[in-house]
């Protein structure tokens, strides 16, 4: 009876050793995927917060040469806190839409890197002509972070000039 006994508290030991192995490995797993989780989203916070810096605004006004303008000018410039924009027609895409109609040739006075808090001026040209009354959009999408849209409706008596 007794090497019965013995060999019972063997079985309970080696069962209780395979428990806390088991429980140790586990937790082990769990702490791993709790550090992968915590990881991927710092990833995408840290990403979130880039794009949402990296936007380009428009500074001033927009200015047309006559009442039916065929191109425009305005200054975009980057926010204070945010992070420097390479300016290029590769890098940043300016949409000019009127009636359905979309175009967007244009030229920037800065071809380079853009830092926060400064500004350079754009040219559009080439544009369908518009007059006195009507409704245009210009959307600034930058490679990276959030498109800035503009859409103005011209006054019945524009006759070139500012536009606010």
Sequence with gaps: MKKESAFSGLEAAIVLIAFVVVAAVFSYVMLGAGFFATQKSQEVTYSGIKQSTSNLIFDGYLYAATSHFSALTFYIKVPEAGDAQTISSTKVKIL?????????????????LLNPGARTKIYLYNLQSTGPG???????????????VLQRTLES?????IIF
Aim: hydrophobic residues 25%.
């Design 96 to 112: 000019y839409a009127r009636g359905g109609a979309v175009g967007s040739p244009a030229t920037y006075d800065n071809n380079g």
């Design 134 to 148: 009507s409704r245009f959009t210009i959307e600034l999408k930058p490679q990276t972070g959030a498109p800035s």
């Design 157 to 161: 008596g524009f006759n070139g000039g």
